[in-house]
């Protein structure tokens, strides 16, 4: 990253949103000389305590952004998966070559450690972080925005990027045409914890309505998820009772998911969340306003993908950006590059869900993971 071409079509960049796509952007944009400021509405800068599967074209994009290394010191690099009944009967080895000769093949950080990661390349790339902030307004006017903060405060820059997420309020403000992200009908429930004595590389488990797989994301660290339609019911789950009710869940499955049932504690982190998406139409700029991750192409997990979408958008975003004569060509260009790409990701993740929830069969599953990873893994 330190010898990127320097972007001379923008000077300055606020960034609305400290989460893996703004930072993303934050890193790529400091490093090609732009001055960067980002803010956060959260005042501690914190990301929930799961772990995150980082495929192949993940474990590129971060290499192409300078933090492979970072990722295979502090999560797992695995050099595939293993696929599983339900119950624990070993079926095959998932056939998941590198995407690139001399990248690995798959692995899986904690979220708290790629945050930090993360968050220390942002400062180091001498970006300007503010939190417990956000916007309230933003004006394009002469090939700048002026932006309104939540403090009182004002500001103008040359570009602002919208990676506040799901609920973008960037979004809100300033693209009338976009709606929010819609249920699927299905929720994914994880428990983050120490890794099953025998489990080596990833594990998935089918065969049942319920699918489930296990990520490792450290020497000794795991999380397991567990795909279920979502229990619409008028209160959240509590804390306390997501504990029993993964347990409940997870009584039909054997192997190291059954291991994890067996041996999760109270003391561990459980997570229940109802899936939703949406691939937002076109355009996805407006002046000098453009969206990135979530808030423009949020996706359900069954591809484990809306992070490395997130991290090749900003990386796009700045090469576009060094590559153009102005920002307004950049951006049309950036969503030119991005948008059949994140479409097809949203689209297929919405799809292999709802043949889960049909209890379509697994042949026609498998083939539709495979033929996305197979398009995935063709350059960004
Ligand atoms: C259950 C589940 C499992 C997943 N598993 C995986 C996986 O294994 N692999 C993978 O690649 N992806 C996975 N994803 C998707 C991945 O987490 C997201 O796609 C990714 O985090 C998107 O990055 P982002 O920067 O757009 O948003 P985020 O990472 O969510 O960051 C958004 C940031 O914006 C901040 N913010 C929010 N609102 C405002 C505001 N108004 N003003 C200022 N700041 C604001 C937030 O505090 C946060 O820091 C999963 C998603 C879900 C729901």
Redesign the pocket.
Known sequence: MNNQPHITAIRSALV?????????AAIALATRGVKVEL????PE?R?YG??????GP?LRAYRDLGMLEDIERDGAICAGSRIFLFNGMYLRDLDEPPVEAGLPATG?IMRPLLHKIMQRRVIAAGVDVRLA???DALANRDHGVDVDFSDGSHGRYDLVIG????????REIAFAHMAEPERTGQA?W?VAMAKPPTLEKGEMFFGHRYTAGI?RCGADRVYL?LLTPHEARETHFADDELYDAMKTRLADFGGNAGWIRDTMTRDDWV?Y?P??AKIQPRPWSDGRIVL????VH????HL???????VESAIVLAEELGRAATAEDALLAYEERRFDRCRDIVETSIAIGAAQLASGPPEQIGAMIGGAMHRLAAPY
């Open positions: 609305v949103g400290g989460g893996i796509g703004g930072m993303a803010i956060d509405i959260d800068w990301v799961a772990g995150i599967s980082i495929i993940t899986g902030i956000t916007v990676a506040d997420s799901i609920r973008s309020r960037v994914c994880r990520t998820w997570n969340r899936l939703e990135l991750g979530d808030a949020a996706t359900t997990p484990a993908s809306g992070a490395g979408m997130a």
